[in-house]
């Protein structure tokens, strides 16, 4: 008797995005079994941002649809989709600049408040205002709480964030603006986390530590959808690798597998997949 596979935790079918007469994102299918890593590579301009937009609502697809946990959620609004449990970072860093580290990451728990859940929308604002001003023992109570999560989630950075904790976001370094970005991915609690580029702009050092963290993630059993240039990091992570160029997908396998497809070489660098990359890598 076989065994049921159980179910993807995200699925993906037939995902198209338009601008006008270019297809960025071209009849996409995609699942993601609980647990896995998958990495989704290819040249600058081959969808792959697009397809996390309409993954996490910031943008709608014109056909296909996105089902996460066995539910339609093509196109529901990003902060719904966080309530879901799905959290993602940018391929150009967003932090608020004017705001401590400490409270970028506590924006990321915001889905997860529970000291007040109003059942009158129109009364829920008057209540937030009343909260901010009156602070009572379990409003508190419940900001302690977040706030020694979020030392925990910065804790898994080293030294890097931890004694910059009470710093604003715009005196960090670059590197350091990533992962206050990360963190604040990670105070959500998701259950799906897609990370685009997140070692854009880091030396070598700083990716060997972001490489550790995803790895660490992973190992605790977070489902994670990651674009990365960087293809010796993506070689050690994934369980899979998807490769798109002008908004299809080419091939999907596992590392060295899609490593060495004739597609792949001819699409993404036309020579020697590995060695250009490092050569790209380098220059940039």
């Given at each position: ?90 391929q150009l860093g967003r932090v608020f600049g004017n705001l401590s580290v400490m409270d970028n990451v506590l924006i990321g728990a915001h889905t997860r408040l529970r000291a007040v859940k109003p059942a009158v929308p129109l009364i829920g604002p008057l209540l937030e205002l009343g909260l901010a001003l009156l ?150």
């Open positions: 008797m076989a065994i049921a596979q159980a179910a993807p935790l995200l699925s993906v079918r037939g995902l198209t995005r338009r601008f006008g007469g270019l297809t960025a994102v071209d009849a996409i299918d995609l699942d993601l079994a609980k647990g896995e890593l998958v990495s989704i590579i290819g040249p600058n301009g081959a969808g792959k941002t697009t397809l996390f937009n309409l993954v996490t609502g910031l943008d709608r697809p014109d056909a296909g649809n996105v089902s996460f946990e066995g539910q339609d959620v093509t196109g529901l609004s990003p902060e719904t989709l966080a309530a879901e449990g799905i959290a993602r970072t940018f602070r009572p023992a379990n409003v508190k109570a419940e900001e302690e709480r977040l706030r020694e999560e979020v030392k925990v989630i910065l804790s898994r950075f080293g030294e890097r964030l931890l004694p910059r904790i009470e710093q604003p976001a715009y005196s960090l370094s670059y590197a350091n603006r990533r992962r206050v970005e990360i963190a604040r991915a990670l105070a959500l609690k998701p259950r799906l986390l897609l990370l685009d580029e997140p070692t854009a702009g880091m030396n070598p050092t700083e990716t060997a530590e972001m490489q550790a963290l995803v790895a660490e993630l992973k190992a605790e059993g977070l489902t994670i959808l990651l674009i990365e240039h960087k293809l010796e990091m993506v070689m050690r992570l994934s369980d899979r690798v998807i490769v798109m160029d002008e908004g299809k997908k080419i091939a999907e396998g596992a590392g060295e597998q899609v490593r060495t497809d004739p597609k792949v070489i001819e699409a993404y660098l036309g020579h020697g997949l590995s060695g250009a990359a490092d050569q790209r890598e380098s220059a940039a």
